[in-house]
């Protein structure tokens, strides 16, 4: 079979132009190994974006891949529809300790999944308390929290989501402060901030169920560090104005920002938090929301009294994704991953310095092992973005200009719009993390002569 072809007919790809991808050499990859995908020519591309950010240890973690092993020799599945099942039971506990604040977990199959978790809790728990007006969200403007009906209401990027706006049922939106960056990382939310966000919580407290925002940093939306203070100072307003904080960790929990539970650090105080991606290192689709007994409780009554949650998917609690998972966070520990991110991390910011020079990068925002570098015409009076690019004679979007490079240098990546977004798997090692840094200073340069 020519997969390459057989690819083209069959299968529709996320987020792409299919015409334009018939037209495109297109790579179908056959095996991992180590940082690398391998693709039906036997070619080499390191895994630049972590397999969309999920990837920790690399593709042949002979650990994992054992774990794998020996549950599915055990147990391939059973649901948690009246059963329970020993990884889904000890994965919960680990998680717990882990993330200190919490008291129960909610199993689902990816992010987007964990938020309508987390939706439905939110507003479900003030119906059962008799709050029944309490059924709209909080959000922050280019918060992004997955592709399913409820998670694009919340998290609404109209480049993305604008041909189902219609069927949408759009969270009330407030913009974030702005972005801490490479130079200015330091920078304390403003007081003025904190006063205007103030008034909008209090103007919708009777009707909002729950502040919903991705933990840290966003990302997808447009990648914005929080100042320091931020977060907290939300925690403290929804505590204030009766309405529950949910943190969505998916994309920044895990040592991502360099702390292995991100609303922790940032010293805010959520009742409900999803987590995904890292979870499973990459090696299998499991997420879970996680919640205090507060919220836990108000589902707790009679029976008759149709208090309980409904919700359910038919992998909730899979076995082998929760064995995965628990071999992935023991490695963590065996690892000491976290500090080695942490050293990681200042070797990106060295790098991302040097790059700051060039005449198409604008700002950049690093925070753990996340880079995000804006390409902008410096040369040019108004700076405009550069949104896309000339290659070989056709104009295409600069994030597919970078992707189509990018791989003919030996790693597949990609950008967001006209943003190069640095997310390597966790644990990479010096010297793939250089030759990642050093194909992301040649393609600036490619760039600095077309523009
Ligand atoms: C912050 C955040 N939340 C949720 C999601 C959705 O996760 P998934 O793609 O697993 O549905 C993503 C995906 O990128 C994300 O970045």
Redesign the pocket.
């Known amino acids: 079979m020519d997969l390459e072809q057989a690819d083209k007919q069959f299968v529709w790809h996320p987020y792409t132009q299919m015409k334009d991808w018939l037209q495109w050499n297109n790579k179908v990859i056959v095996k991992g190994n180590g940082f690398y995908l391998i693709d039906t020519d036997g070619n080499r591309y390191l895994d630049g974006c972590a397999s ?2 999920c990837n920790v240890w690399g593709h042949t973690n002979k650990e994992i891949i054992d774990s794998i092993i020996t549950q599915v020799k055990q147990l391939q599945h059973s649901s948690l529809f009246g059963l329970g099942n020993r990884p889904a039971i000890e994965l919960a506990e680990i998680l717990l300790k882990i993330s200190k604040q919490m008291d129960h977990v909610f199993y689902s199959d ?4 964990a ?1 309508e978790v987390a939706l439905k809790m939110s507003v479900q728990y003030w119906r059962n308390k008799g709050y029944n007006r309490k059924n709209r969200f909080l959000s922050l403007e280019h918060g ?4 399913t009906l409820g ?1 694009m209401s919340i998290g609404y990027v109209p480049e993305y989501f604008r041909h189902y706006k219609s069927v949408l049922r759009l969270s009330k939106r407030i913009s974030p402060p702005k972005s801490s960056t490479l130079d200015d990382f330091r920078i304390h939310v403003k007081q003025d901030y904190i006063d205007n966000l103030e008034r909008f919580f209090s103007k919708y407290s009777d009707t909002c169920c729950a502040m919903v925002m ?1 933990s840290g940093a966003q ?2 939306g447009g990648v914005n560090v929080y100042p320091y203070g931020f977060q907290k100072a939300v925690s403290e307003l929804c505590n204030k104005y009766d309405i529950l904080l949910v943190v ?1 960790e ?3 929990g895990f040592g991502r920002l360099g702390n292995m539970v991100e609303y922790l650090a940032q010293r805010s105080n959520p009742d409900i938090v ?1 987590m ?2 890292a979870l499973t290192g990459g090696y299998s689709p499991l ?1 879970v929301t996680l919640c205090k007994n507060e919220v836990y409780s108000a589902f707790l009554s009679d029976y008759s009294e149709n208090k309980h949650f409904c919700h359910g998917h038919t992998y909730t609690g899979h076995p082998i994704g929760c064995s995965v998972a628990i071999t992935n966070l023991r490695l963590y520990r065996k690892h000491d991953l976290v500090e080695n991110i942490r050293r990681n991390s200042i070797y990106l910011r060295a790098r991302l310095k040097e790059m700051q020079a060039s005449p198409v990068v604008g700002r950049i925002v690093h925070k753990g092992l996340l880079g995000a570098i804006d390409l902008v015409n410096k040369k040019e009076k108004k700076q405009e973005p550069i949104q896309s690019l000339d290659y070989h004679g056709k104009k295409i979007s600069t994030s597919n200009y970078i992707m189509r490079e990018a791989i003919k240098m030996g790693v597949f990546m990609r950008g967001l719009g006209d943003t190069i977004v640095i997310i390597p798997p966790l644990a990479i090692g010096k010297r793939d993390f250089k030759f990642l840094l050093d194909v992301i200073c040649e393609l600036i340069k490619k760039i600095e002569v077309m523009v």
């Open positions: 969309m950010w990816n992010g987007s999944t938020i992004y929290h997955g592709d998670a991705e990302i997808a969505d998916i994309a920044t999803c995904g991606k997420a």
